[in-house]
């Protein structure tokens, strides 16, 4: 079935830098990545949309300045958190829409920790 | 505004017995709708799917019931075993309400659910 390859699964930086987490299609092409964040013992809530070739949809009260997504091909969405810091800690999983049966498939998540 | 609500954080359940997880929603606009199942530090697991065109939707142990008029769906998984235990999502989409059909999803906040030997 349909993979979605998510690194890091796990990553700790200090206050002010930036991190990058890659989302990838493995056997299939996504024209739409979701970026979702999870806080501890809530819902995941969705972050944007990112569409390949063109500039990703925001949900209200996302910074898109903060939260840079890249979706360069029709396998590979790029979430950088930039100048990070501690309340940016999270858990953050992205999703990839199937076109074929409406499915969206989801990578293992990334656990972000700012220190 | 939480638009969709799963309105119990967990259940318990003997094992071999059914499992019933609740969902409500209020968004008339959703029009797909979806079970995850999710441990602690991975991603979601797709179970189950419907649409609103159906009120029903069974794949092996594990059946989906959507009451439309009542903005509600049900996820039974008969019988409960051991591995079923996890937090289980409802998610929810408008999936034909937007051109190309893209649309992210609206989680509830998960049930915990334990199956209890």
């Known amino acids: 079935g349909a993979v979605v390859s998510q690194h890091p699964s796990r990553v700790i930086c200090k206050s002010g830098t930036s991190v990058k987490i890659e989302c990838r299609s493995l056997d299939f092409q996504a024209t739409t990545m979701f970026w979702y964040r999870q806080f501890p013992k809530k819902s995941l809530m969705l972050m944007a949309t990112?569409?390949?070739?063109?500039?990703?949809?925001?949900e209200q009260g996302v910074e898109k300045d903060k939260f840079l997504i890249n979706h360069a091909s029709l396998t590979l969405s790029t979430l950088t958190v930039t100048s990070a810091h501690p309340e940016d800690s999270s858990f953050y999983i992205c999703?990839?829409?199937?076109?074929?049966?409406?499915?969206?498939?989801f990578g293992s998540g990334t656990r972000l920790t700012v220190v | 505004d939480q638009q969709v609500k799963q309105n119990s954080p967990s259940l318990s359940v003997q094992e071999g017995r059914i499992s019933i997880l609740n969902c409500d929603y209020t968004?008339?606009?959703?029009?797909?709708f979806l079970w995850y199942k999710k441990y602690p530090a991975e991603g979601p697991t797709f179970l189950i799917s419907?649409?609103?065109?159906?009120d029903k939707n069974e794949d092996g142990r594990f059946t989906v019931f959507l009451n439309k008029s009542a903005k509600h769906l049900s996820l039974h998984i008969v019988p409960s075993q051991p591995g079923d235990s996890a937090v289980y999502f409802c998610?929810?989409?408008?999936?034909?309400?937007?051109?190309?059909?893209?649309?992210?999803?609206?989680f509830g906040k998960g049930t915990h659910l334990i199956i209890q030997p």
């Open positions: 990112s569409n390949e070739g063109s500039k990703a949809t925001y």
């Open positions: 998610a929810a989409s408008a999936l034909m309400a937007r051109a190309g059909g893209a649309d992210g999803l609206t």
């Open positions: 419907i649409s609103s065109i159906k």
């Open positions: 968004n008339s606009m959703f029009d797909y």
């Open positions: 999703s990839a829409k199937m076109t074929v049966n409406y499915g969206y498939t």
